[in-house]
């Protein structure tokens, strides 16, 4: 099942913010919206929760939920974690938070192995159940309100830059989950971020958003090693692809474009000829 | 101001008896732990939290330097105000000049009269960074204060930094949970579960690797790179910068 979005425009108080936007999104796939900061990629995923574009369309399950129609027939199949994410928050504890996203969402399996299993999967245990989200760290509370849009098993995450506000061991833990959740739970997963080395680590396939257009896309490579592309859009080549390009640049010998620094280390070693070795 | 002196500080399940000295001309980076609230040293200095111990700056207790103190948050709150209302809001000494030079900058001269409200996050936070830059205090703490941003707007506030420790007797403090950006500062600071486990500078980051790992941090990446090439004797020291290494492996220079 995949999302397709088609010529999308939206303006706000008559001053267009996207502009024909068309995407594809595939099942059980990690895909990543990148842009700077008023790219337009906060506005574009709203569109996911309130439906309302000025002009074209976005199909879910070939339903077009620029409708309120369509929007209220797969409504239960989206989670969407807004940029803003505490205003998900409309209960004082954690448990009294995610039975009501629960019951919204007309869940109808056993509620309480649904908020264990979910609390486990955003790294909390159950005794958070009883605790006050006003009284939790900030990174306590943006993992509640993850847990608020996974709760309800959605098969459509739009996530609006979840790292933000989490600490790297944390960022470490999310990102194994997103994994699972895409290849075990075979989600389809929609990321919106302005980080590229994210980008980098997460994606199966990744759009550049500017000034409200789409510029690019395609395999994670092949558009974060556009270095030149990626600055005039106030963004930043991941380190280790940035790495590869001034290698690729100013030595005769090429090395590839890697993710892990392992994989990295190999072909610099494989490349420097051995008798100038230190 | 010449240095600042935490001496046994304690704040209830965050903080266990901190002792150090903040010397002037020094930009400390404090790396924590996920789940224990490190940063709450610098709700000390905002007087949001109770503590027990002393803080002196000075030989004088830290209160009486608050209007030194600026703090740049991590996130913000703006009004329906014009960027010039905004920053004219607190900021006691204000001259236009200087506040359109310092626009100017970072690129916003042209926002001077435009709704807060429509501009982009970045600039938002970037607007909330000038606004304390503005008082031009000596102590400066920065709270996890460029998650916000685009990376050039972020590289624009780091090079405004250089610049500004250089016109003397200041000291900043930056919270963040990006070990890259150990390397922007002098020293860094690293704290476990509420214990301060390490004071550290670039030279030290390699002996160090343990205790970033214990508290869940890789090195920073060119570090790391050429920590791991030591061991296949590619390279033999410490660098710093991708460039250089490039030339030391292919033996460019």
Same mark, same amino acid.
């Given at each position: 099942?995949?999302?397709? #979005?088609?010529?999308?425009?939206?303006?706000?108080?008559?001053?267009?913010?996207?502009?024909?936007?068309?995407?594809?999104?595939?099942?059980?796939?990690?895909?990543?919206?990148?842009?700077?900061?008023?790219?337009?990629?906060?506005?574009?995923?709203?569109?996911?929760?309130?439906?309302?574009?000025?002009?074209?369309?976005?199909?879910?399950?070939?339903?077009?939920?620029?409708?309120?129609?369509?929007?209220?027939?797969?409504?239960?199949?989206?989670?969407?974690?807004?940029?803003?994410?505490?205003?998900?928050? #409309?209960?004082?504890?954690?448990?009294?938070?995610?039975?009501?996203?629960?019951?919204?969402?007309?869940?109808?399996?056993?509620?309480?192995?649904?908020?264990?299993?979910?609390?486990?999967?955003?790294?909390?245990?159950?005794?958070?159940?009883?605790?006050?989200?006003?009284?939790?760290?900030?990174?306590?509370?943006?993992?509640?309100?993850?847990?608020?849009?996974?709760?309800?098993?959605?098969?459509?995450?739009?996530?609006?830059?979840?790292?933000?506000?989490?600490?790297?061991?944390?960022?470490?833990?999310?990102?194994?989950?997103?994994?699972?959740?895409?290849?075990?739970?075979?989600?389809?997963?929609?990321?919106?971020?302005?980080?590229?080395?994210?980008?980098?680590?997460?994606?199966?396939?990744?759009?550049?958003?500017?000034?409200?257009?789409?510029?690019?896309?395609?395999?994670?490579?092949?558009?974060?090693?556009?270095?030149?592309?990626?600055?005039?859009?106030?963004?930043?080549?991941?380190?280790?692809?940035?790495?590869?390009?001034?290698?690729?640049?100013?030595?005769?010998?090429?090395?590839?474009?890697?993710?892990?620094?392992?994989?990295?280390?190999?072909?610099?070693?494989?490349?420097?000829?051995?008798?100038?070795?230190? | 101001?010449?240095?600042?002196?935490?001496?046994?500080?304690?704040?209830?399940?965050?903080?266990?008896?901190?002792?150090?000295?903040?010397?002037?001309?020094?930009?400390?980076?404090?790396?924590?732990?996920?789940?224990?609230?490190?940063?709450?040293?610098?709700?000390?200095?905002?007087?949001? *939290?109770?503590?027990?111990?002393?803080?002196?700056? $000075?030989?004088?207790?830290?209160?009486?330097?608050?209007?030194?103190?600026?703090?740049?948050?991590?996130?913000?709150?703006?009004?329906? $105000?014009?960027?010039?209302?905004? +920053?004219? =809001?607190?900021?006691?000494?204000?001259? =236009?000049?200087?506040?359109?030079?310092?626009?100017?900058?970072?690129? +916003? $001269?042209?926002?001077?009269?435009?709704?807060?409200?429509?501009?982009?996050?970045?600039?938002?936070?970037?607007?909330?960074?000038?606004?304390?830059?503005?008082?031009?205090?000596?102590?400066? *703490?920065?709270?996890?204060?460029?998650?916000?941003?685009?990376? $050039?707007?972020?590289?624009?506030?780091?090079?405004?930094?250089?610049?500004?420790?250089?016109?003397?007797?200041?000291?900043? +403090?930056?919270?963040?949970?990006?070990?890259?950006?150990?390397?922007?500062?002098?020293?860094?600071?690293?704290?476990?579960?509420?214990?301060?486990?390490?004071?550290?500078?670039?030279?030290?980051?390699?002996?160090?690797?343990?205790?970033?790992?214990?508290?869940?941090?890789?090195?920073?990446?060119?570090?790391?790179?050429?920590?791991?090439?030591?061991?296949?004797?590619?390279?033999?020291?410490? *660098?710093?910068?991708?460039?250089?290494?490039?030339?030391?492996?292919? =033996?460019?220079?």
């Amino acid at each position: 099942m995949e999302i397709k #979005v088609e010529h999308l425009s939206y303006k706000k108080n008559q001053n267009p913010i996207l502009f024909d936007v068309n995407m594809k999104i595939s099942s059980s796939m990690i895909t990543t919206l990148l842009g700077s900061s008023g790219s337009g990629k906060s506005t574009f995923l709203t569109l996911f929760q309130s439906g309302c574009p000025t002009n074209g369309s976005i199909y879910i399950e070939n339903i077009d939920i620029c409708n309120k129609e369509g929007l209220s027939t797969v409504k239960n199949k989206i989670g969407y974690l807004p940029f803003h994410y505490e205003s998900l928050f #409309v209960k004082k504890t954690v448990g009294e938070q995610l039975l009501f996203y629960l019951h919204m969402h007309s869940y109808q399996q056993d509620m309480m192995k649904q908020i264990i299993d979910t609390l486990s999967l955003v790294n909390l245990n159950q005794t958070y159940f009883t605790k006050k989200i006003s009284e939790l760290s900030n990174s306590e509370r943006k993992r509640i309100a993850l847990a608020s849009i996974l709760v309800y098993d959605p098969t459509y995450i739009i996530l609006d830059e979840p790292m933000q506000d989490l600490h790297t061991c944390e960022i470490k833990a999310l990102e194994k989950q997103l994994f699972f959740l895409k290849n075990i739970k075979h989600k389809t997963i929609l990321v919106g971020t302005k980080d590229a080395e994210l980008a980098l680590r997460i994606s199966d396939y990744i759009y550049i958003i500017n000034q409200g257009k789409i510029i690019e896309h395609g395999d994670k490579i092949s558009v974060l090693k556009k270095e030149k592309l990626l600055c005039s859009c106030h963004l930043k080549t991941p380190k280790m692809i940035h790495f590869s390009n001034i290698v690729n640049q100013n030595v005769n010998t090429k090395i590839g474009y890697h993710c892990d620094i392992n994989d990295l280390i190999k072909d610099i070693y494989r490349a420097i000829p051995k008798d100038k070795n230190v | 101001m010449k240095q600042i002196q935490i001496k046994d500080v304690t704040i209830l399940n965050q903080l266990n008896h901190i002792n150090i000295n903040l010397i002037s001309g020094e930009f400390y980076v404090i790396l924590g732990t996920p789940m224990h609230e490190e940063k709450s040293v610098i709700s000390i200095f905002d007087r949001s *939290i109770s503590y027990e111990g002393k803080i002196i700056i $000075n030989e004088i207790d830290f209160q009486n330097y608050q209007k030194n103190i600026g703090i740049i948050p991590s996130k913000f709150v703006f009004t329906k $105000n014009s960027v010039l209302e905004y +920053l004219k =809001k607190d900021s006691i000494a204000f001259k =236009k000049k200087s506040l359109l030079e310092i626009l100017s900058f970072f690129n +916003l $001269n042209h926002y001077l009269h435009k709704n807060v409200l429509f501009l982009s996050n970045s600039q938002k936070a970037l607007l909330s960074f000038i606004r304390v830059i503005l008082k031009d205090p000596d102590f400066l *703490i920065l709270d996890d204060c460029f998650t916000r941003m685009d990376s $050039n707007d972020k590289e624009k506030c780091i090079e405004f930094l250089k610049k500004w420790m250089k016109t003397g007797n200041k000291i900043i +403090l930056y919270y963040t949970n990006d070990v890259e950006d150990i390397l922007l500062g002098t020293q860094y600071l690293l704290f476990d579960r509420g214990n301060l486990l390490k004071i550290g500078n670039h030279q030290t980051l390699i002996s160090d690797e343990k205790y970033f790992h214990n508290i869940g941090y890789d090195l920073p990446f060119i570090l790391d790179l050429s920590h791991k090439l030591s061991y296949y004797n590619l390279v033999k020291e410490p *660098i710093f910068n991708i460039e250089e290494m490039i030339q030391i492996l292919w =033996k460019l220079k």
